[in-house]
């Protein structure tokens, strides 16, 4: 299915599963990971971003917990390698990106793109 923009009107892409706050600080954490060179995310990695980037104070069954909803909404794949596991994204930074600005664009502007850049840049 096309997503994307044509002639100032925003066309959806098929649905993806909404994210709380909390399920894309995470989701941003995995893709920080691989910002710093990492191959695949762990918990402990994602853990220390979460906590020093964006200030929060979580314990590892937190963030595991999380992680374990990604997955299932699949924005994320899990691998396990001896005791440990390794989590990399389905869905890029640019995906979610352009479809959070569908979902605005839709929900707000019936789909007029410029419209809603108009009132954007005022």
């Not at 909404?18 to 710093?36: N, P, R």
């Not at 994204?89 to 707000?108: D, G, P, W």
Request: glycine fraction near 6%.
């Amino acid at each position: 299915m096309y997503s994307g923009v044509i002639k100032g009107k925003c066309i959806m892409s098929k649905e993806i599963e909404q994210l709380t706050e909390s399920e894309e600080i995470v989701l941003a954490a995995v893709w920080d990971c691989f910002s710093i060179g990492e191959q695949a995310a762990t918990l402990q990695t994602v853990l220390e971003i979460v906590n020093r980037k964006y200030s929060r104070d979580w314990q590892p069954q937190t963030a595991s917990t999380f992680l374990g909803r990604l997955c299932k909404k699949h924005y994320l794949e899990m691998n396990r390698v001896g005791k440990k596991y390794y989590y990399t994204a389905i869905i890029s930074k640019k995906q979610y990106v352009n479809h959070l600005f569908e979902t605005i664009c839709y929900r707000f502007y019936q789909g007029n793109t410029d419209t809603m850049i108009n009132d954007i840049i005022g």
